[in-house]
C-alpha cells in the first residue's frame, strides 16, 4: 500500500464519526427547532387551533424528551398504482387520499412498515403539491398521547433513503378543539411498538 493512500484511508476512518456526530447533531437540533416552531404556532391566535379559553393560558406543548433513537433511516419504496380511497375523519366527512408510498425502517429491533398518503385536495396546490401524509398509532395513544393518533408531515423524498423523526410527531387538531374535521389513522399504520417521542397528550382547561 503506498503511503498515500494509506494516508487517505487513516483519514477517512478519522472523519467518518465526525460527520456522523455532526449530523446527529443537526437532525436532534431540526426536531428542537419543530417544536419550537410548533409551541409559536399554537401561541398565535391566527394560528392556533387552540380554543380561546385554552390559548389564554397556553405555555406551550408538552413533548416527550428529544431522543435520538426515534430518528432512524427509513426505505422509501413508490406505490404508483394506487387507486384514490376515502379517509374518514372524526366528523362525518370523508377525505379522499391516494396511498403514495410505504416507508420500511427498524426500531427497538422491530422491522416496521408505515404508509404514506397524499390528499387529492392538494395535489394542484402550488404550496403543498409536494406535501405527503403520514398518521400513525401506537400503544401510548390513549395513555401518554392522543387517542386518536398523531401526525407526521413529509414531502415527497428525492431518494429511496430518508429520515423518518419520530420526535416531530404532533396531534391531530381535534386534540385541542371540537372544531376540526381530522383524518383517522388507517389500521395498516398501527405500530406495536410504543412511540414515547413528540408531543403528548394534551390537557384542555
Do not use: W
Not at 387520499?97 to 404514506?116: A, H, I, S
Request: glycine letters at 4%.
Amino acid at each position: 500500500m503506498s503511503a498515500y493512500i494509506y494516508f487517505f484511508s487513516l483519514l477517512v476512518m478519522i472523519l467518518s464519526p465526525v460527520s456522523s456526530m455532526g449530523q446527529d447533531a443537526e437532525l436532534l437540533e431540526s426536531a428542537k427547532e419543530f417544536q419550537e416552531e410548533l409551541d409559536r404556532e399554537y401561541a398565535d391566535p391566527d394560528l392556533s387551533p387552540l380554543d380561546e379559553k385554552d390559548r389564554e393560558v397556553f405555555k406551550g406543548l408538552e413533548f416527550f424528551e428529544i431522543d435520538p433513537e426515534y430518528i432512524v433511516q427509513a426505505e422509501f419504496v413508490r406505490t404508483p398504482s394506487e387507486s384514490p380511497f376515502a379517509m374518514p375523519t372524526s366528523s362525518e366527512k370523508m377525505k379522499t387520499y391516494v396511498k403514495y408510498g410505504e416507508l420500511y425502517f427498524t426500531l427497538k429491533g422491530q422491522d416496521l412498515k408505515l404508509n404514506l398518503y397524499q390528499s387529492q385536495d392538494l395535489v394542484n396546490d402550488p404550496e403543498y403539491f409536494d406535501y405527503l401524509f403520514l398518521p400513525f398509532t401506537d400503544p401510548t395513544n390513549g395513555k401518554s398521547t392522543y387517542g386518536g393518533g398523531r401526525y407526521i408531515d413529509f414531502r415527497i423524498p428525492e431518494s429511496n433513503i430518508v429520515t423518518l423523526d419520530f420526535n416531530k410527531a404532533y396531534n391531530p387538531y381535534c386534540a385541542y378543539s371540537g372544531n376540526y374535521s381530522c383524518p383517522i389513522p388507517p389500521k395498516e399504520n398501527d405500530l406495536p411498538v410504543e412511540i414515547t417521542a413528540g408531543v403528548k397528550a394534551f390537557d384542555k382547561h
